[in-house]
């Protein structure tokens, strides 16, 4: 239901952001990630260049690549079938796999929930385009709030180490903080510093911790 509803929210997005019907559902067809899509219909709506606002969508998927590495020591897929199961390879499909106890039913896991959110994401990205006009002025409904609540409901439970809510809280801040002051688009590309920047800190103080225990002998 939830990814139904930020399906359809994408759509009406895209559609009030000024992208064609084909444009919007080729998005979803062919890059099928929520947060990427709605950060790239955002970036454009606000006005930001084509460059940047394919940046920020570019550095918001790449969690995906991760994903694809775990993922296919797990499912092990026939080389012929990996193009294709790729295009699946999203937060929802990554999390149902990793529950399963054994392989074959992480591939049956895998298998129907990228089918069924497939097909559902992009038949409401259709429903959505269509029934923009309809719905009027898209801002007024904030429906482009959906998809990131629907990401960030995904990705709190996630987030179990000091390190990993301190690289969060860091991004959250360096996006919020910076986007009055930076062009649309930009601010998502400098939050996703906040994974480097907070493991250099970390190494230094680690480093600094070593230089003080071997000063001590």
Do not use: K
């Not at 444009?23 to 950060?39: D, P």
């Not at 497939?118 to 959906?146: C, K, M, P, S």
């Not at 609540?149 to 990993?164: C, H, I, Q, S």
Request: proline share 4%; with cysteine.
């Amino acid at each position: 239901m939830a990814v139904g509803l930020s399906g359809f929210a994408f759509g009406v997005t895209s559609a009030g952001s000024g992208l064609t019907l084909l444009q919007t559902c080729a998005l979803s067809l062919l890059v099928f990630t929520g947060a990427s899509q709605f950060a790239l219909v955002g970036a454009l709506a606000a006005g930001g260049g084509a460059f940047t606002a394919a940046a920020g969508a570019f550095f918001l998927g790449v969690r995906n690549a991760f994903y694809g590495l775990r993922l296919s020591q797990l499912l092990a897929l026939p080389r012929a079938v990996r193009p294709f199961a790729a295009q699946w390879v999203i937060d929802e499909t990554t999390a149902v796999a990793l529950a399963q106890p054994g392989r074959r039913s992480a591939r049956l896991g895998f298998l129907v929930t990228g089918l069924s959110l497939y097909v559902l994401w992009n038949l409401t990205t259709l429903l959505g385009a269509l029934g923009a006009e309809a719905i009027g002025d898209t801002d007024a409904w904030g429906l482009d709030a959906a998809g990131p609540a629907v990401f960030l409901a995904l990705l709190a439970p996630m987030l179990r180490t000091g390190t990993e809510r301190t690289v969060a809280g860091l991004a959250v801040l360096l996006g919020l903080g910076l986007l009055p002051v930076l062009p649309a688009g930009v601010p998502v590309l400098v939050a996703a510093l906040a994974a480097p920047a907070v493991l250099w800190a970390q190494g230094r103080r680690h480093a600094a911790r070593g230089d003080a225990a071997e000063g001590e002998r």
